[in-house]
């Protein structure tokens, strides 16, 4: 019951209220320490009150609970390092990790806790010692492997045309090799070995992805935009292809550049992923990612209405006429691709005018340009402005929450021997086994020096205006002309007393 009001305290809107109830029901508490307290027992969902405060964005109690677990460790002068205890805060030996769970949530209130100490400090000294050099060899190699699998796709195995062409129309010279023809020659046994570090490179991918999807799920894995969901999504479905790619070329299958090309283009996208190490670079792939996925998506379904219908249109009006003099519409799959091209105004409308058009493709190409080029694109352009104006504004926020994300993959991929824990140990104080961050702190005596003589002057400008009120006050109905000028010489003192007071404020400064 204990544990429980704990957690409903948390989310208490008066907050002050609810730090004070959190402290008395903890003075309750017969086990102060170990699994056996309040403030260790988790929820249905596994957080505790700590992890429910980061996740709900309350930061008033996130820091009460952190001033409770601090230590002081020494003062002196105005230099004071303090202990704070990161047991729940570091993800080094976290399940669910309080950093995940903060740039998972999608309340914007939560990353505020990103910018509070010892949570800022933690993350920047991750990030700076571990994450940005692993992150970066991390990009370098994926770079190299892209290099290497499109030059593999460049000199594929293939072999001039044998065969007679069918049509017209057809336009093939070359055609894929038989698997016993495509490594015969020395330069096929270098593209081996390129292939098999794509092969190879691809099975590590599904491995290290697919455990992640296991654990947090799919909705929330490739839902998260600062988690980088649609970058997984992107790897994934590369890993897939070049696996497709290997079983069509070990069974001799015509037709491998269809699954060749979606890696190529999927593969070459996903660099974008590691922009978010870059704070310059970072906010923008957020941006792609929101534009893509919100905006985007819902402008496509009003796009291929339009396409479809003018498409259909199109082919009807140039069914009866010769192909040869109007090939853009000479079958129905290539009237959808003239129109898609006609509506992002990549050719303009498609005409012969040398040979007569029929009247109704007049009418319907200008109510296509009406709508499509007039109307729909400018229609995208303001969606996609809006989302930048809000993007833009939280920029900052959004690349913290980047690097804290980034910060905990590599965490969870990378052994430990190449990532020790960060902090100390509280045995070295005789805290215990909790695991503590040293954080310095330095006060400007200055600053509390200047407030005091603030204060000071305005003590004395409300003394001696009191006392001018108080002499106005028993003198008014005798002596009228004597208070005015008692009273401007009062007013007078005032301000040159005042005066005199901000003089040595300036010179302290």
Request: aromatic residues 12%; glycine residues 6%.
């Amino acid at each position: 019951i204990g544990n429980t009001v704990l957690h409903i305290l948390v989310l208490q809107p008066n907050k002050t209220f609810a730090c004070h109830m959190y402290s008395l029901i903890l003075s309750y508490d017969r086990s102060k320490e170990g699994p056996g307290s309040l403030e260790l027992i988790p929820n249905n969902e596994g957080l505790t009150p700590f992890k429910l405060a980061g996740v709900e964005g309350n930061t008033v109690m996130f820091q009460y609970l952190m001033q409770k677990r601090k230590q002081n460790l020494w003062s002196f002068g105005p230099l004071t390092t303090v202990l704070y205890d990161i047991t729940e805060i570091d993800s080094w030996a976290e399940d669910q990790s309080f950093l995940e769970l903060i740039v998972s949530t999608k309340k914007r209130e939560a990353r505020q806790i990103l910018d509070l100490t010892p949570v800022k400090e933690l993350v920047s000294l991750k990030w700076n010692m571990y994450g940005r050099p692993y992150f970066c060899f991390l990009a370098l190699f994926y770079i190299l492997y892209m290099v290497c699998f499109t030059m593999c796709c460049v000199y594929r195995p293939l072999k001039p045309r044998t065969g007679n062409k069918t049509s017209s129309r057809d336009n093939t010279v070359y055609v894929q090799k038989m698997l016993q023809e495509s490594y015969v020659a020395y330069e096929d046994e270098l593209r081996l070995v390129g292939e098999l570090i794509t092969v190879i490179g691809a099975v590590v991918i599904l491995v290290l992805e697919i455990p992640d999807i296991l654990r947090v799920g799919a909705a929330k894995y490739f839902g998260q935009t600062i988690l980088g969901g649609p970058f997984h999504i992107i790897v994934i479905t590369y890993a897939c292809m070049i696996l497709v790619t290997m079983v069509m070329r070990l069974t001799s299958t015509t037709g491998e550049v269809v699954p060749m090309s979606f890696a190529l283009v999927l593969g070459w996208c996903n660099v974008m992923y590691f922009a978010r190490g870059f704070q310059m670079l970072g906010p923008f792939t957020i941006m792609i990612q929101k534009m893509i996925f919100g905006d985007l998506m819902r402008f496509c379904w009003l796009m291929a209405v339009v396409i479809l219908g003018f498409a259909s249109a199109f082919y009807i009006i140039f069914q009866t006429e010769n192909p040869e003099n109007l090939g853009q519409f000479y079958n129905y799959p290539m009237s959808l691709f003239t129109t898609f091209e006609l509506f992002l105004t990549i050719i303009d409308g498609p005409a012969n005018y040398d040979v007569d058009l029929p009247f109704m493709y007049s009418v319907v190409y200008f109510a296509f340009a009406i709508i499509a080029a007039l109307l729909m694109l400018n229609l995208l352009i303001a969606m996609m402005g809006d989302t930048h104006w809000r993007v833009a504004h939280e920029q900052d926020e959004l690349w913290r929450a980047q690097v804290v994300a980034t910060t905990v993959m590599l965490e969870r991929k990378l052994p430990r021997c190449l990532w020790p824990r960060s902090g100390i140990c509280g045995r070295e104080y005789g805290l215990g086994d909790r695991w503590y961050l040293r954080v310095e702190d330095r006060v400007d005596p200055n600053k509390h020096k200047m407030m005091r003589y603030t204060e000071a002057f305005k003590a004395q400008d409300r003394d001696n205006y009191d006392k001018s009120s108080e002499k106005l006050e028993i003198n008014r109905d005798t002596l009228y002309k004597k208070e005015l000028s008692a009273l401007s010489l009062s007013r007078s003192t005032s301000r040159t007393s005042s005066h005199r007071g901000w003089e040595i404020l300036r010179r302290n400064t």
